[in-house]
C-alpha cells in the first residue's frame, strides 16, 4: 500500500513554488509596469532655416562691348574675339580680321575729363594729322593715314569719363556708325562697371 504522506508532501512543494512562481512573476511584472511609467522619452526637433541671397551676374567688361558679330553687322569686318591689353585705366581690345579690313583696334581709357583729352589729343597730333570731329561725344577728333594696306581711320571721342579709340581699315561713314554703337553701350553700363578693365 502506497505511502499517502509522501503525495501529500510532495503536492504540498508543488503548491509552495506555484505560490512563489506566481509571486515573482507579479513582483517583476510590478517593477517593469513602474520603470515604464516613471521614464518618459523626448524627441529634439531642429529647425534649420536657410536663407537664399540672390547674386546678380557680374557686368560685363570693356572689351566686351563690342563683339565680333557686331563688327560684322557694323563694319563688314570678318573677326576673332579680341585679345586684351591692360596697362593701369587703359584697355587695349584687338580684332584679329580674316578679311580686307584687317584688324580692328578697339581702346577705353577710363578717368578721363575735357582737359586730359586735350592733351592726349595734342600728344597724338605730333604724329598724325588730326581733323576735329564733332557730333560725336562731349569732344572728338579724326586722323587718316593712307598705306599700302589701305586708307585707316582712326575716331577718338570722349564721353563722360571714358575716352574711345576706334581705328580700322573701315569708310568713314561705318567708323561712325561703330563709334556711335560703342557709345550707346557705354551708356547703358553703370559707373562700376565703366571702370572696369577686360578679363585677363
Same mark, same amino acid.
Given at each position: 500500500?502506497?505511502?499517502?504522506?509522501?503525495?501529500?508532501?510532495?503536492?504540498?512543494?508543488?503548491?509552495?513554488?506555484?505560490?512563489?512562481?506566481?509571486?515573482?512573476?507579479?513582483?517583476?511584472? /510590478?517593477?517593469?509596469?513602474?520603470?515604464?511609467?516613471?521614464?518618459?522619452?523626448?524627441?529634439?526637433?531642429?529647425?534649420?532655416?536657410?536663407?537664399?541671397?540672390?547674386?546678380?551676374?557680374?557686368?560685363?567688361?570693356?572689351?566686351?562691348?563690342?563683339?565680333?558679330?557686331?563688327?560684322?553687322?557694323?563694319?563688314?569686318?570678318?573677326?576673332?574675339?579680341?585679345?586684351?591689353?591692360?596697362?593701369?585705366?587703359?584697355?587695349?581690345?584687338?580684332?584679329?580680321?580674316?578679311?580686307?579690313?584687317?584688324?580692328?583696334?578697339? =581702346?577705353?581709357?577710363?578717368?578721363?575729363?575735357?582737359? =586730359?583729352?586735350?592733351?592726349?589729343?595734342?600728344?597724338?597730333?605730333?604724329?598724325?594729322?588730326?581733323?576735329?570731329?564733332?557730333?560725336?561725344?562731349?569732344?572728338?577728333?579724326?586722323?587718316?593715314?593712307?598705306?599700302?594696306?589701305?586708307?585707316?581711320?582712326?575716331?577718338?571721342?570722349?564721353?563722360?569719363?571714358?575716352?574711345?579709340?576706334?581705328?580700322?581699315?573701315?569708310?568713314?561713314?561705318?567708323?561712325?556708325?561703330?563709334?556711335?554703337?560703342?557709345?550707346? =553701350?557705354?551708356?547703358?553700363? /553703370?559707373?562700376?562697371?565703366?571702370?572696369?578693365?577686360?578679363?585677363?
Amino acid at each position: 500500500m502506497p505511502d499517502r504522506r509522501g503525495v501529500h508532501v510532495r503536492v504540498g512543494v508543488g503548491i509552495a513554488c506555484l505560490a512563489a512562481g506566481a509571486t515573482l512573476i507579479a513582483a517583476c511584472s /510590478s517593477g517593469s509596469s513602474s520603470k515604464g511609467s516613471s521614464t518618459t522619452l523626448h524627441r529634439s526637433t531642429t529647425t534649420t532655416t536657410t536663407t537664399v541671397v540672390p547674386v546678380s551676374a557680374p557686368p560685363p567688361t570693356l572689351c566686351d562691348l563690342v563683339l565680333p558679330r557686331d563688327l560684322d553687322r557694323l563694319l563688314g569686318a570678318e573677326s576673332a574675339p579680341p585679345t586684351h591689353a591692360l596697362s593701369g585705366a587703359t584697355a587695349l581690345c584687338r580684332y584679329p580680321g580674316t578679311n580686307s579690313l584687317g584688324v580692328v583696334v578697339i =581702346r577705353y581709357r577710363t578717368g578721363m575729363d575735357l582737359a =586730359r583729352f586735350e592733351a592726349a589729343k595734342q600728344s597724338f597730333a605730333q604724329g598724325n594729322l588730326v581733323q576735329p570731329l564733332p557730333g560725336v561725344g562731349d569732344a572728338g577728333y579724326v586722323s587718316v593715314l593712307e598705306s599700302g594696306t589701305g586708307v585707316n581711320r582712326t575716331v577718338v571721342a570722349l564721353d563722360g569719363h571714358t575716352e574711345v579709340f576706334v581705328s580700322t581699315l573701315a569708310d568713314a561713314a561705318h567708323t561712325r556708325q561703330l563709334m556711335t554703337f560703342i557709345r550707346r =553701350r557705354l551708356a547703358a553700363l /553703370s559707373p562700376s562697371a565703366r571702370s572696369q578693365t577686360p578679363r585677363s
